[in-house]
């Protein structure tokens, strides 16, 4: 199975910050690579598709970059809305895996 | 508007047995692979399973094989869950999505993710 890491696993923020996540796979999977959002009890959210593709309705200070190995999730400007966790996942192969989550915070 | 309504959580002892449903309305249910994904409490999100929109392809997480099957009726536009020989590390909120991955001589190289959700539905295997 493809695990997937991610960094740093929680990150204090204040608003306005830039905020970046990153995410590895232990194998290459191209470009299949999906980031969610997270609320409290709540359902993941779609924010980024096939590594950088912005999903219908987000906003585009969420960005996503990366190829092969190592993908990063980047916020440009941190809003009160965008504390939640993180998760990559890949769909290169099955069984999809996800990353364990990055819990953003406010600082 | 593209919407998923899971049921069918509860309690059940160990050993048991639960069967959980999916809803969907909003899209064309039969086009679309659906996947399940759980998430034990304070934990993160585990993929669980997946079914082509046909219904004829299925794929299973190693920690269930055997034990859960997926399928879908797609005359009722519902995709389900049986959950059998239920452990104690099954507790989880049970998610059904849309997509996750698609079938083409394998489970591979699917680009689009989940993109619609349900709100969830909560197991809790405990004797």
């Known amino acids: 199975d493809i695990q997937m890491t991610q960094s740093p696993s929680s990150l204090s923020a204040s608003v306005g910050d830039r905020v970046t996540i990153t995410c590895r796979a232990s194998?290459?999977?191209?470009?299949?690579l999906t980031w969610y959002q997270q609320k409290p009890g709540k359902a993941p959210k779609l924010l980024i598709y096939?590594?950088?593709g912005l999903q219908s309705g987000v906003p585009s200070r969420f960005r996503g970059s990366g190829s092969g190995t190592d993908f990063t999730l980047t916020i440009s400007s941190l809003q009160p809305e965008d504390f939640a966790t993180y998760y990559c996942?890949?769909?290169?192969?099955?069984?999809?895996?996800f990353g364990q989550g990055t819990k953003v915070e406010i600082k | 508007e593209e919407q998923l309504l899971e049921s069918g959580g509860g309690l059940v002892q160990p050993g048991g047995s639960l069967r959980l449903s999916c809803a969907a309305s909003?899209?064309?249910?039969?086009?679309?692979?659906m996947s399940w994904v759980r998430q034990a409490p304070g934990k993160g999100l585990e993929w669980v399973s997946v079914?082509?929109?046909?219904?004829?392809?299925?794929y299973y997480a190693d920690s269930v094989r055997g034990r859960f099957t997926i399928s879908r009726d797609n005359s009722k536009n519902t995709l389900y869950l049986q959950m059998n020989t239920l452990r104690a590390e099954d507790t989880a909120v049970y998610f059904c999505?849309?997509?996750?991955?698609?079938?083409?001589?394998?489970?591979?190289?699917?680009?689009?993710?989940?993109?619609?959700w349900g709100q969830g539905t909560t197991v809790t295997v405990s004797s």
């Open positions: 079914i082509s929109g046909g219904g004829g392809r299925t």
């Open positions: 194998q290459s999977i191209s470009s299949y």
């Open positions: 909003g899209f064309t249910f039969s086009s679309s692979a």
């Open positions: 996942q890949q769909s290169y192969t099955a069984p999809l895996t």
């Open positions: 096939a590594a950088s």
């Open positions: 999505a849309t997509g996750g991955a698609s079938y083409n001589s394998g489970w591979a190289n699917y680009y689009y993710g989940m993109e619609v």
